[in-house]
């Protein structure tokens, strides 16, 4: 790892300079002001795994402008996260944030973090209700997601809860390359008695036509990746207006992650945010990343393995709970 200083006069000129030596993966370690020739200055301590590479040849015209306009949202997102490190916070700002609340949410909560209990308790009860997703259920469900965030199984779980209701529910896999994939569905589909189709993304169109009659139609897709980028997500969008994308996240993800996924997925219209391993978090804090500007709203939760008890749908109470649960708010010191 390559670590370096960097000082300006100004915390954006400090900040050019981390970009133009180590790049776009540079890490912020820490802030600070020195004083340096009678002078208060701004030093950064960034750090990067590897050197790196070679500036690439400008790009011209719409290509260029966009690849610019991506740069400037990029230095702007720094910028605001610089902010909450540069001002002070109170002692339950400081104490949320060692426990994993993002600082830009902190922001959100209280100037820079600058809160306290009853105030921050008063902010996360009023916001609550805006983060859960209380529209009807679309016909056609589709479960989108990276690798490992349990698509699969999330959808089987929800396919389980309408068929108790007494509702008609089918299964569709487009996830017809990864190894495993067709006989992890294949087994669920047998269990719960429930039809299943398979087609390849370029078919979900067509597949849709043969499964006009199920009352709800659930979608796993492949893993978001090279070979099924976001162009292919909005092509399933536009395969009927029944369609909708509920993007599958882990609740221990972190919050850098899901705001770089995000900003690749943000103009497809994802309906909402299905969230799974509840049971793996420990303390709530990395949860309220959920609270991050843009994000679509919550429907479900998955607490759990069993079919379908640990899958729930988002209410604003059980959400207050989840991020309340183990989240430690006493403002006491050792000196």
Same mark, same amino acid.
């Given at each position: 790892?390559?670590?370096?200083?960097?000082?300006?006069? !100004?915390?954006?000129?400090?900040?050019?300079?981390? %970009?133009?030596?180590?790049?776009?993966? $540079?890490?912020?370690?820490?802030?600070?002001?020195?004083?340096?020739?009678?002078?208060?200055?701004?030093?950064?301590?960034?750090?990067?795994?590897?050197?790196?590479?070679?500036?690439?040849?400008?790009?011209?015209? %719409?290509?260029? #402008?966009?690849?610019?306009?991506?740069?400037?949202?990029?230095?702007?997102?720094?910028?605001?996260?610089?902010?909450?490190?540069?001002?002070?916070? *109170?002692?339950?700002?400081?104490?949320?944030?060692?426990?994993?609340?993002?600082?830009? +949410?902190?922001?959100?909560?209280?100037?820079?973090?600058?809160? &306290?209990?009853?105030?921050?308790?008063? %902010?996360?009860?009023?916001? =609550?209700?805006?983060?859960?997703?209380?529209?009807?259920?679309?016909? =056609?469900?589709?479960?989108?997601?990276?690798?490992? +965030?349990?698509?699969? !199984?999330?959808?089987?779980?929800?396919?389980?809860?309408?068929?108790? &209701?007494?509702?008609?529910?089918?299964?569709? *896999?487009?996830?017809? =390359?990864?190894?495993?994939?067709?006989?992890?569905?294949?087994?669920? @589909?047998?269990?719960?008695?429930?039809?299943? @189709? #398979?087609?390849?993304?370029?078919?979900? %169109?067509?597949?849709?036509?043969?499964? /006009? &009659?199920?009352?709800?139609?659930?979608?796993?897709?492949?893993?978001?990746? $090279?070979?099924?980028?976001?162009?292919?997500?909005?092509?399933?969008? /536009?395969?009927?207006?029944?369609?909708?994308?509920?993007?599958?996240?882990?609740?221990?993800? @972190?919050?850098?992650? =899901?705001?770089?996924?995000?900003?690749?997925?943000?103009?497809?219209?994802?309906?909402?945010?299905?969230?799974?391993?509840?049971?793996?978090?420990?303390?709530?804090?990395?949860?309220?990343?959920?609270?991050?500007?843009?994000?679509?709203?919550?429907?479900? #939760?998955?607490?759990?393995?069993?079919?379908?008890?640990?899958?729930?749908? @988002? !209410?604003?109470?059980?959400?207050?709970?989840?991020?309340?649960? &183990?989240?430690?708010?006493?403002? !006491?010191?050792? $000196?």
């Amino acid at each position: 790892m390559k670590v370096q200083k960097f000082r300006g006069q !100004t915390s954006v000129e400090a900040l050019a300079k981390v %970009k133009e030596a180590l790049g776009e993966d $540079a890490v912020i370690l820490s802030t600070r002001r020195v004083r340096e020739g009678g002078k208060w200055l701004y030093e950064m301590t960034a750090a990067v795994d590897f050197e790196p590479p070679e500036p690439e040849t400008p790009f011209h015209g %719409k290509e260029g #402008f966009s690849l610019v306009l991506r740069e400037i949202k990029g230095l702007k997102g720094l910028i605001e996260g610089l902010k909450c490190c540069l001002k002070p916070r *109170s002692p339950l700002g400081e104490l949320l944030l060692s426990q994993g609340v993002p600082a830009e +949410v902190l922001k959100i909560f209280g100037q820079n973090g600058d809160l &306290n209990k009853e105030a921050f308790l008063k %902010k996360l009860s009023s916001s =609550v209700a805006k983060r859960v997703e209380t529209r009807p259920f679309s016909r =056609v469900q589709v479960f989108i997601g990276q690798a490992g +965030v349990g698509k699969t !199984t999330s959808l089987v779980k929800l396919a389980a809860r309408f068929s108790c &209701n007494g509702q008609r529910v089918g299964l569709l *896999s487009l996830d017809t =390359v990864r190894v495993g994939a067709r006989e992890q569905i294949s087994r669920y @589909a047998e269990l719960l008695d429930l039809p299943l @189709a #398979f087609a390849r993304p370029e078919e979900f %169109k067509e597949a849709l036509k043969g499964l /006009k &009659n199920w009352d709800y139609v659930l979608v796993d897709t492949p893993a978001i990746s $090279a070979s099924f980028p976001e162009h292919a997500l909005a092509r399933l969008l /536009k395969a009927s207006p029944e369609v909708s994308l509920h993007l599958v996240l882990r609740a221990t993800e @972190a919050a850098s992650a =899901v705001k770089k996924l995000w900003e690749r997925l943000e103009g497809l219209g994802v309906r909402s945010l299905v969230i799974t391993h509840l049971e793996a978090l420990g303390s709530s804090g990395p949860l309220f990343w959920i609270f991050m500007a843009g994000l679509p709203p919550v429907s479900f #939760f998955s607490t759990g393995d069993r079919v379908p008890e640990d899958f729930e749908r @988002a !209410t604003p109470k059980r959400l207050l709970s989840l991020l309340l649960r &183990n989240l430690e708010m006493e403002e !006491t010191y050792v $000196a």
